[in-house]
């Protein structure tokens, strides 16, 4: 079955402090069986890490290993959120009250009819309304 990740089990991946068992199963999945993004999902991990370093949270050396470690990953972006998915991914930011960023890991899922890998708990929520298996 097809995996979504989104960014929140993806930082917990970069800060030992936000791992958890699950998440680290979830890295060995991702590691043995990929995964698919949206294509957001690049950019809002490096703006988590970017303000990770600017609040020296981690170095710049730090946050390089952490985007290196993540693009060896087998994750592959999905782009349709910039041109037909992008009516879902509104309809779903309606319907559920999400950011129009957390519809398009939903709308993915969905389209897929894969599982959503998240800890986001509005995206969860939402999620397992419309009928989606979340993890962990």
Known sequence: MTLVVDASVALAWCFDDEATPETDRLLDRVAAQGA??????????????VMAERRRRITATELQARLDRLDR???RADFEAAGPAMRGIVQHARAE?????DAAYLELALRLGG???????????????LGLTVVP
């Open 36 to 49: 698919v993004v949206p294509s957001l999902w690049r950019l809002e991990v490096a703006n988590v890490l």
């Open 73 to 75: 990953l087998p994750i």
């Open 115 to 129: 599982e959503l890998a998240s800890l986001d708990q509005d995206l969860r929520d939402a999620s397992t309304r």
């Open 97 to 101: 009250r999400l950011t129009a960023y």
